[in-house]
């Protein structure tokens, strides 16, 4: 049975890491710039499956080279959970809430706020989505990296606490959860990849 040294298993596992994180990033900023779905998933996958060679890897990689894995698996946890969670906002409401630049949300109300061109009376929720998300999955990715993921109920309840006025809306509500969860997800899996590969 032909048994490699530790250290080259280590050197293959991080160059293989380095290539999936760059590629992933890659895929991400594509996704980004064109909005389509196949670069996201693709980028999805080689995520999962790097996770997956880091679980049954037997020896991890160097703690120098992990903080450089670190650092753009951060990258690429924060920038490819906005078109991830955008997706998957986008199925779950099937195309029904009109979104703003920001990342918030425009609902028709009874009798007051702004009036659209057709005279329908809308108001503007959940404002500042998208850099609330960038923040959170920031806290989310570098609190697993570091072994504290006790933080991410704290980035969680900080986030509903800032939300709740804007409950009232159903559309609110349910963006927020499922907006938060994919997001969460999406930096939980990246994180977890590279907090395995280190540790």
């Known amino acids: ?71 753009l698996g951060v990258a690429v946890a924060v920038l490819g959970g906005n078109p991830a969670t955008r997706r998957v906002l986008e199925v779950a409401t099937g195309g029904r809430v009109r979104e703003t630049e920001d990342g918030g949300i425009v609902v028709s109300v009874p009798a007051s706020g ?14 500042g989505g998208t850099v609330i998300g960038y923040l959170e999955r920031v806290a989310v990715v570098v609190s697993i990296i570091a072994g504290f993921p006790e933080a991410i109920a704290v980035v969680v309840a900080v986030k509903g606490i800032g939300r709740f006025p804007e409950f009232a809306a159903s559309e609110a509500r349910e963006r927020f959860i499922i907006g938060t969860l994919a997001s969460l997800l999406w930096a939980a899996a ?6 395995l590969a280190i540790w």
């Open 1 to 71: 049975m032909l048994v490699f040294p530790p250290q080259l298993v280590a050197a293959i596992l991080s160059i293989f890491l380095f290539l999936v994180l760059c590629a992933a990033l890659v895929l991400i900023v594509v996704s980004l710039r064109r909005p389509t779905t196949l670069p996201l998933v693709i980028a999805g996958i080689m995520v999962v499956f790097g996770l997956v060679v880091v679980a049954i890897s037997p020896v991890k990689i160097p703690v120098l080279v992990g903080m450089m894995l670190g650092l």
């Open 114 to 127: 702004t009036a659209t061109d057709d005279g329908e009376a809308v108001r503007t929720l959940m404002r």
């Open 190 to 195: 990246v994180g977890g990849l590279i907090r």
